[in-house]
């Protein structure tokens, strides 16, 4: 069963810190990953994708692969309290299609 | 621009009703998606298509059904509806133009309640 999980949380954030949120995947295929956000009740937004190792920066958020360790990771800087969600890290898999892990539940505390 | 449509939002029916869950996206995307999203699990796929007639099965697939005759709809149908299938339901789309695997598009999504 190919997997991709996250740490539920919440992860506890005070305003203007930086979250780290992390990432497995087990499909070595994988080639493309992406991280979405997600408000209560609403449906998930793309906010990063990344397809190389390293790193991958879009104004406060920065996002990091690393295939070998298959490892994806989220750096949200300067947390604002509209950064408080459930943000969603998927992989593809060998066919293109997107696995998603279960979402980690961020709350930026001011 | 409207995207991507589900509809309904919000539809409450009895075991054993057969239900429609529609899907309508106005960009000519190829692919294709309907995922379900349960508190614990996350979003797992159920059906998937790649074009117009041409559908595949994803993780949880049992008591769906999928068409594409059209490349803008995508309707999932529940043939016999089990309180198990209690969820809320995504549609989404991608280009699919990269064989590594496009960003989806998400619907508004139909929270689905069987009684």
């Known amino acids: 069963q190919k997997e991709v999980e996250q740490n539920s949380g919440p992860l506890s954030v005070p305003e203007g810190a930086i979250a780290s949120l992390n990432c497995t995947y087990s499909?070595?295929?994988?080639?493309?990953f992406f991280w979405y956000r997600q408000y209560s009740g609403k449906s998930p937004e793309l906010i990063m994708s990344i397809y190389s190792n390293g790193d991958k920066e879009d104004g406060r958020f920065t996002a990091q692969l690393n295939k070998a360790s298959q490892y994806v990771s989220l750096l949200i800087r300067d947390s604002q309290p509209s950064d408080s969600a459930t943000y969603l890290c998927a992989a593809s898999d060998s066919w293109g299609k997107l696995q998603f892990g279960a979402g980690t539940q961020v709350v930026v505390t001011p | 621009d409207a995207g991507i449509t589900q509809s309904p939002r919000y539809k409450i029916t009895e075991t054993g009703r057969q239900v429609t869950l529609m899907c309508h996206q106005t960009?000519?995307?190829?692919?294709m998606f309907w995922y379900r999203q349960d508190l614990g699990h996350g979003l797992r796929l159920i059906y998937y298509?790649?074009?117009?007639?041409?559908?595949d099965k994803g993780e949880v697939s049992d008591g769906y059904v999928v068409s594409r005759s059209k490349t803008e709809n995508f309707p999932l149908t529940l043939e016999s509806a089990t309180r198990s299938q209690t969820s809320v339901y995504f549609c989404a789309s991608s280009t699919g133009r990269s064989r590594k695997g496009s960003p989806l598009h998400f619907g508004n999504g139909t929270r689905l309640t069987v009684t």
């Open positions: 298509s790649a074009a117009a007639d041409i559908t």
């Open positions: 499909d070595r295929g994988s080639q493309s």
């Open positions: 960009w000519s995307h190829s692919y």
